[in-house]
């Protein structure tokens, strides 16, 4: 079974940094996007960012040029730097890996982001 374990949230102050960070269990499958996922209290989930097999990257207009997403193939690793945060960053983050030829996704358990005005 595969699994994905997060670190990194807590509590900052705004236009403060934190580093999300993912690890995904090995396994045999073939990852085809890594991504970064956030739900804030009484909002629906967004994608934040997400990073290719090619090594692509997009992110949502309300983070570009603040967050970076990256990658370490080696450790199956997939980590989401935040700048300048602000407190409408605040949310559960949650990594998802999405694989090909029909296993689908796996979801992380969530990591707070808590930023304080």
């Known amino acids: 079974q595969i699994q994905l374990v997060e670190s990194g949230g807590g509590l900052v102050q705004s236009g403060g940094s934190l580093r999300l960070t993912c690890a995904a269990s090995?396994?045999?499958?073939?990852?085809?996007?890594m991504n970064w996922y956030r739900q804030a209290p009484e909002k629906q989930r967004e994608l934040v960012a997400t990073?290719?097999?090619?090594?692509?990257?997009a992110y949502a207009d309300s983070v570009k040029g603040r967050f970076t997403v990256s990658r370490d193939i080696v450790k199956n690793t997939v980590s989401l730097q935040m700048n300048s945060l602000k407190p409408e960053d605040t949310a559960v983050y949650y990594c998802?890996?999405?694989?090909?030829?029909?296993?689908?996704?796996?979801w992380g358990q969530g990591t707070q982001v808590t930023v304080s005005s």
């Open positions: 998802n890996v999405h694989y090909l030829y029909g296993v689908g996704d796996v």
């Open positions: 990073i290719t097999r090619a090594g692509n990257t």
């Open positions: 090995r396994s045999t499958f073939t990852i085809n996007t």
